[in-house]
DNA sequence: ATCGTGAGTCATCGAATTGTAATATATATT
DNA sequence: AATATATATTACAATTCGATGACTCACGAT
């Protein structure tokens, strides 16, 4: 059984698609803003999520990256703005597809079932660095075959770093891929952060460099 | 230089299309035909392929297949059906992404932009002059497979003066784009930091010249 | 050969950067 | 609601870096 997840708050949006998702063989869940899609991805498992861009409560971008902790799903975004082609595409992120309102509902099942087709490839999501596995899809981080206990930010951190192995991030950088976008927070913030991934890697702490004058690097 | 192949039978759609493209900075070239296009990827190298469906003398699909057969470049597909989405999408074919007509124009270059993002492969975007090694992404030199030591200023300053190598660039020049746009210093600052740079470069410390009454050069 | 100008070198001190720990705030769990 | 856990902020010490100016040296024109 393929299961959606449409999250708009528009209620006749919602039907409708809802109503051609059917129409494929579909089963979909509602939800009207970020906030309600992120409980029901906690509660439930899902092939695909559509997820409207403005949204009250929640928008769609900060929902999609706290969706993205809970379940490796392929997200579909939509949008009313053409503006914003280029943020859409963050592909940490997980967003595999977009369509612009007002879109054809047709074409967006299209793009569900590519989307699904595309998720379902195995994928080999571990990072390897010696003892050190890192599994994206997972979540999980070994350490000489232990499972090291890494609170979340500091996966998401190790991840984005292991990832961008061998580039010097700064910590501008890391605060808006890592944490958010519009993030008002402080740069030291990721100094703690590093400090105690470093404390939590043991023997594999020396991966994370500091590059002076710049940030960090994940070097392998 | 990122080139475009646009291949549709209708010139109105080819000129938009590649007045867009250029917009964004792409170079195009343009078919009418699926021969045409498939001639054009045998002579030429593409970064992405915009391929209409319906065209005289050879379609879309079968101009895609071969195209793929030459070279692995990034196909998006036009068509005026939606009923084809199913069949779009044999990922063997290398068909990336798709749109109805009429379409967007940004959103086309929007996707295409997306599908060279994601078909560009991971690559060392080191700069090597010999045994000279600059990885400005990682911020790291190595001399002669050994990574030397160097400050974050004398990184900033190797990196461009080696990214506009062969160039007399004035202290001025230097204090402008390696420190601050309104740098108050002294030009003395820039000799001190040469002279480090030289010292740390040890035996390729000849690439960087001295142009007396200039400033200096990276000639490689 | 001499002089003037531009370049190289050096030591020093103040400024900037980072690691860490302590503390405060937010979030999740029971 | 209380507790535990996670995250953010702040402060401070330790370290490194960078700018400066005086001095010396090299070049080239006369």
Redesign the interface.
């Known amino acids: 059984m393929v299961r959606l997840l449409i999250v708009d708050d528009e209620k006749n949006i919602r039907e409708v698609v809802r109503e051609y998702a059917s129409l494929n063989g579909y089963e979909s869940d509602e939800a009207e803003n970020g906030l309600e899609a992120v409980e029901l991805v906690k509660a439930n498992r899902y092939d695909c999520v559509i997820l409207d861009i403005m949204m009250p409560i929640l928008d769609g971008f900060s929902a999609c990256k706290q969706i993205r902790q809970i379940q490796d799903v392929p997200v579909i975004m939509l949008s009313a703005r053409?503006e914003e082609?280029?943020k859409?595409?963050g592909?940490e992120l997980g967003v595999v597809d977009y369509v612009?309102k007002p879109f054809?509902p047709?074409?967006l099942m299209?793009r569900v079932?590519?989307a699904i087709?595309?998720s379902k490839k195995p994928e080999n999501n571990s990072l390897e660095f010696g003892g050190l596995v890192i599994d994206a899809a997972g979540r999980t981080v070994m350490v000489d075959g232990v499972k090291a206990n890494l609170t979340p930010k500091e996966i998401d951190l190790l991840i984005y770093m292991a990832e961008h192995r061998?580039?010097?991030l700064s910590r501008t950088k890391l605060l808006e891929e890592v944490w958010n976008y519009d993030y008002f927070g402080d740069d030291r913030t990721v100094d703690t952060h590093i400090k105690m991934l470093r404390h939590n890697l043991g023997p594999y702490r020396d991966y994370i460099v500091t590059?002076?004058?710049?940030g960090y690097?994940f070097?392998a």
């Open positions: 053409q082609y280029d859409l595409f592909f612009i054809s047709k074409e299209a079932k590519v087709e595309r061998n580039t010097a590059v002076r004058g710049m690097k070097e």
